[in-house]
């Protein structure tokens, strides 16, 4: 038969050989669909690919383990639309941030919804990667609404390798790595600095009692030319971080019985001094028929995770003048006894704090533990007739032991006066149980309706309980002298305690759910769904929560005109709309509670029963999101190129926000109030270029452009807020939340670069502002030559805080990822690109780290940064040391410079340190080689491939900090997008092997 040759242009740019289709005698509509066998998870469930009407993605286990990752979110980055993966900061620990098309809450968390093998759990680590069998991510109301009141921000649905009958097969897989610092912030050499601290005291007027008290004499200045700079950056995050992983699995049984088992430990030193993370994750996994209508299953998992040192950056911190990172930037580059000295007490005051000392100083370990059992039954009385029992408990345990030396602003300035400047220890214990029951009924009518319609009706209850207590013990007055684990392990030294152990409300839920599938000739598709929820944390009718949900599809490539249309494979045309809500809120807003505290409040009574600081709201609702939703599947060549093209609208109302009650005794009040919006297109392609026996080659690509929008805040905030990063108490509120505008707003002062010597006056001596020039004294102190300059918004002449204006934004225009997969004979090379488009960062390392505060706090005595180095920087001084003020003098002495002088009263944050934060990261790049069979089967193994990786390969951006993919004022989701004193991130070289036996 004649062979039609279809080229795709990328194919031909790879030297591929282009994609051939047959053509083939028309088949009928049951021939042309039995081999789309695919199967996807869906809530209490699965289904086949091509029957699913809503919006969802998979991703493989083999895909997964292809790159060896400490945390399975790691290794969704990049790979699905709509999906947007950030990591926070570089710690071992670091928070991994999933969003679902851009959340939907205001002031709450809006990740997804995390479901291990029917599960609900709170985070990723709780599950070893190569345990993995699949991911599956459900991200509109249809797909979510049979999950109810938890599925509104998304649903990730975790499927573990269950047993499995047959021989009993294993795997062995290990990898060691090497990590290394990526990027350091670039400071003044030893020479700059000296000169620079030099002119700082010119100008404050203090030479005789700072600079010359521990500097060389500004006549021998020129010798720190040859002084080797003190990396301190280095010093403190140099280390090369090891990891080790090493996990192996079993599987095997018979027709009754069969089981599976696996057992993982992975250990990271980290690159930064004092940190460390280690976890071990064991599953088993039990199934039995006694009958052939019976089947049981039990699976116990456990994971076990401790993590060391403090890292760089904490989001409960007391004040972020301990940021680690902070001090060694800022430190000075020189070894000066009296300055660069690791004694607190002959520190100079409102200097930074030695590195060495900010580390230990700010020790911390943390442990979790978590412990989790499952039972399912299955029975089928009759035929097409299931009924599925699930019961599980979970346990959890975390443990906090956190450190205040005596350098922190805790023991200085938050402890009681008479134990101020020792060390304290803050311990928190935390117990959370959960109890889960779920019940199902399944009935397939496919035998009572015949060949060309398929009905399938589930009906289920569930209910979930969780019950918490936390226990917080601040211990001070420890010797002086005390360590870390001196205050650990010798608590009773302590002279003064607090205690407080809260058992929070149960938070209880029982629901109701049904689902219908409905499939008439294989072509037109329906999905109905509906769920009740009754949740502890509301009262009266406002309980119950229903969510129903509707989706249709239309196989439009089973259609007649398209029979003789071999090359389509598949062709489907979706919609769904559907309602899911969200209850996020501590247990017992509904209701006055009273709390015992040991701290003093009320007329200085030291404990006491108080009510609560938050105000009861008894007519609190649930808070709903509808989404809409359209998309297009597609199967092309035989499936050789498959994607779909989805667009979305997710409107949140009812908002559940912490509304501030001033005046009343309270803090706040949570409500229901306001409504916000996403918007947005995502589209998927998968491309098998090369399809041989002895090499291939595929390629997926993945877009996604979300829009966010707050549509309403309620009565009482039309006007919305301001909101503080807290990155300094000198900024103030940096982001806006309002009306028409989406979240992550930045909120500040617009740069007009600086004031010349052309924009004053000069007579005896003294510079005034010529009329017409903008006067920002109020803002960056009493203008001269070299000072920072700010745009007059109001045009009042002036430049006062109503000037402030919306300088950047947090959001992405689009974000996606796009991933290679060859192999060559035996070799096998993946790399997986990732990139967003348009998001602003805010980076306040460059405010600080270019600026030398007159007060609060103190910058005398602090390096700069490179983007301040001699010749950028505005300078009053000439070469023989003396302050100059002649115009002439002053003008050419600056002729080459371009910044502002670094001498200010305080932090300012403008549109300068707002940058493009675009890049394209090569997040991962491995390469394989699988030993050849015979030899692999002479030893009595299955497989060997031995493989190198590589992590953080490179970035392309024009972000000037030390990585754009950055969020670490993340308390609260109101301030995304902010660099400041994070813990860098690392570039890592993995060499790893996988047995199977």
Known sequence: ?????????????????????????????????????????????????????????????????????????????????????????????????????????????????????????????????????????????????IYGSRGAYGVVLITTKGAKSGKITGAFNSFTGYKSLAKEIDVLSPYDYAKWQYENALLLGNVATTYDKYFLPFSQIDQYKSYEPMDWQRRIYGNTGVTHSNDISLRGGNDKTSYSVNFARYNDDGIMIGSGYKRDNFTMNLKNKPTNNVDISVTMRYSNTDIFGSGANEQKEFSNTDGRLRHSVGYSPIDIPALTTDDTDEAVAGYLVNPYVAVADNDRKQNKKNYTIQGGLGWSPIKNLKFQSNLGMDFSRYQDFRYYGRSTYFVKNNAPAIFQGVPALNFVNTENQSFRVANTLTYDFKKILGDNHSLKLMIGQEYNNLSSNTVTSVNYGFPKYFSFDDVVHLTSESKHQTLENVYAPDDR?????????????????????????????????????????????????????????????????????????????????????????????INGVSTYWAASKIMANPDLIWETTTTQNVGLDYELFGGRINGSVEIYKNITKDLLIPFPTPGTGYDAQWRNMGETQNKGIETTINIDAIKKADYSLSMGFNISFNKNNINSLGHGLEDGWAQSSNVASAIGTDFLVNLGLPLGIMYGYLSDGRYEVSDFNYNNGVYTLKAGITNASAIVGTVKPGSMKLKDISGDGIVDAADRTIIGNANPKHTGGFTLNATVKNFDLSAAFNWSVGNDVYNANKIEFSTSPQSSPAGQFRNLNTGMADGIRWTNMDASGNLVTDPAALEALNAGTTMWSPYMPRYVFSDWAVEDGSFLRLNTLTLGYSLPESFVRSISLTKIRLYASAYNVFVITNYSGQDPEVNTRRQTPMTPGVDYSGFPRSRQVVFGVNLNF
């Open 1 to 145: 038969m004649p062979r039609i040759k279809y080229t795709v242009a990328v194919c031909a740019l790879l030297g591929a050989q282009g994609l051939y289709a047959q053509k083939k005698p028309v088949k009928d509509t049951a021939a042309r669909t039995k081999d789309i066998e695919e199967v996807v998870m869906i809530g209490y469930g699965s289904a086949k690919k091509s029957d699913v009407t809503g919006s969802v993605a998979t991703v493989s286990g083999d895909a997964l383990r292809q790159v060896p990752v400490s945390n399975i979110a790691e290794a969704l980055t990049g790979k699905i639309a709509g999906v947007q993966v950030t990591t926070s900061e570089g710690s071992p620990d670091a928070e991994i941030s999933l969003k679902v098309r851009g959340g939907g809450s205001i002031t709450q968390d809006s990740s997804p919804l995390i479901i291990v093998d029917g599960f609900p759990v709170k985070g990723m680590s709780e599950v070893s990667p190569s345990d993995i069998e699949s991911i599956t991510v459900l991200k509109d109301a249809s797909s979510t609404a």
């Open 509 to 601: 839920m029982f629901s109701f759910f049904s689902r219908l599938n409905y499939d008439l000739f294989n072509k037109y598709l329906l999905t109905a769904t509906v769920r009740a929820d009754g949740s502890s944390k509301f009262l009266g009718d406002n309980k119950w929560g229903y969510f129903p949900s509707l989706a249709v599809g239309w196989k439009i490539s089973q259609e007649n005109f398209l029979n003789d249309v071999n090359w389509i494979k598949l062709l489907k045309l979706r919609a769904s709309y559907g309602q899911a809500g969200n209850n996020g809120i501590p247990t017992g807003q509904t209701v006055q509670l009273y709390q015992s505290t040991p701290n003093s409040w």
